[in-house]
């Protein structure tokens, strides 16, 4: 959800959040900010190695997109990286 709705890490810090998963599912243990942190970083890591083993072996089209943004503390991001 993090990565897909483009949310910022302390969204999980969050009470309505944390609220709505207590409600939806008591059971569930929500992650600290640092934890999915790490967890996007593992997923970036292995879509990284997928994408350098898939290029040399295809001779596909291959189309890269990116976004630039800046965030509140003025540090500049580029994310988004799609493969066609």
């Known amino acids: 959800m993090i990565i897909v709705d483009e949310l910022p890490l302390k969204f999980v810090d ?12 008591p059971r569930f243990k929500i992650s600290t900010r640092v934890i999915v942190a790490k967890d996007c970083m593992q997923i970036f890591i292995e879509k990284k190695v997928r994408l350098q083993s898939f290029l040399p072996m295809n001779y596909q089209m291959v189309s890269l997109t990116t976004d ?3 965030s509140i503390q003025n540090l500049n991001y580029m994310c988004d990286c ?3």
């Open 14 to 25: 969050n009470l309505g959040f944390r609220e709505l998963l207590g409600t939806a599912q």
């Open 82 to 84: 799609t493969l066609h």
């Open 68 to 70: 630039t943004w800046t």
